[in-house]
């Protein structure tokens, strides 16, 4: 049965939503999905409030163009993100350990499947794979020194 849980603090920024799928792979993709999207739309509305204020103009037009805009932004990050977390979650159980190679195939896999659907040559696919697992390989470094 599907739920979900919000919860949050003056304390901490933290905010957690919980959709059960019934299957850890599914929460984590749909969870990575949702988490990151929001921040790409947020971080659209946020942009677009400060240009539509700079220039003075705050018109239905602007209004729905933001919301059209927030959308697509929210969506491609959110399907990148969850991809990821999907990549990851599924070398872990692959290779039956948590460490950070995961995060490393997680990133090459998701660097080369969104590079490949937008039709890409074959060299872009190959350095966008490389940036990929590199910058999650670099985050997961990080994520062990805190």
Do not use: Q
């Amino acid at each position: 049965m599907p739920h979900s849980r919000f919860s949050g603090s003056v304390s901490t920024p933290k905010v957690d939503v919980a959709i059960d799928m019934g299957n850890p792979f599914l929460n984590l993709t749909v969870d990575g999905f949702l988490k990151i999207g929001t921040v790409a739309a947020t971080r659209v509305a946020t942009e677009e409030a400060y240009h539509m204020i700079k220039k003075g103009n705050i018109s239905s037009h602007n209004f729905e163009h933001t919301l059209k805009k927030m959308c697509k932004e929210g969506a491609y990050w959110g399907t990148v993100a969850g991809l990821y977390v999907g990549m990851e979650y599924g070398a872990e159980r692959i290779r039956g350990t948590s460490d950070w190679k995961n995060a490393m195939i997680g990133g090459v896999v998701t660097g080369a499947l969104i590079s490949a659907v937008t039709n890409n040559g074959r060299d872009k696919v190959v350095t966008d794979a490389i940036a990929g697992g590199a910058i999650a390989t670099a985050a997961e470094f990080i994520n062990y020194l805190t």
